[in-house]
């Protein structure tokens, strides 16, 4: 089963909702804390963390010999995170939503990805209550995939509390 403990604004006690169900459950219990801009369930659990993993998003690079500027790339971007102007292609990797099309549609292979880290994500646990949190690189502005990643730490079968981000 899952718990979502989720608000439509930040400030609202969904951490201490979040981490006094936790605790106050006698079985293995998982939570899982999504907030990953500010995340502070941590604080209240003090989880013994044990495994740290740094999370990436694949994004272009062009290979400015084999590029022809035909401009398909930027055509099939609905971000404008590679765009051609004039005779210069210009990548804006903090725009880039890692979707592949530029990858898939150039026919001349002058863009293949590089890694663009986002976070990391950090486990643990204390007693019987297993700890998963990411944390945003400071200054990036693409936290879904991040909160995705958390998330795919969910345990089928097991009681999993998750501490929501602001606004979900």
Do not use: W
């Not at 401009?71 to 292609?89: P, R």
């Not at 898939?104 to 998963?132: K, M, Q, S, Y």
Request: glycine letters at 8%.
């Amino acid at each position: 089963m899952i718990i979502s403990i989720a608000s439509g604004k930040g400030g609202t006690g969904k951490t201490t909702v979040a981490t006094n169900l936790a605790l106050s459950l006698e079985s293995h219990v998982q939570l899982l804390d999504c907030d990953v801009e500010e995340p502070n369930a941590h604080l209240f659990i003090r989880p013994a963390i044990e495994k740290s993993e740094t999370i990436t998003i694949p994004v272009p690079k062009v290979d400015p010999v084999k590029c022809t500027l035909c401009g398909k790339c930027s055509e099939i971007c609905q971000f404008k995170a590679i765009v051609v102007i004039g005779k210069t292609l210009l990548t804006f990797h903090e725009l880039c939503h890692s979707c592949g099309g530029c990858f898939e549609v150039c026919p001349e292979g002058a863009i293949t990805e590089v890694d663009r880290e986002l976070g990391v994500i950090e486990r643990g646990h204390r007693d019987r209550l297993e700890f998963v949190h990411g944390r945003l690189r400071v200054g990036e502005a693409m936290s879904p995939p991040l909160i995705r990643r958390v998330r795919e730490y969910a345990r089928p079968g097991m009681l999993t509390i998750i501490d929501a981000p602001p606004g979900t």
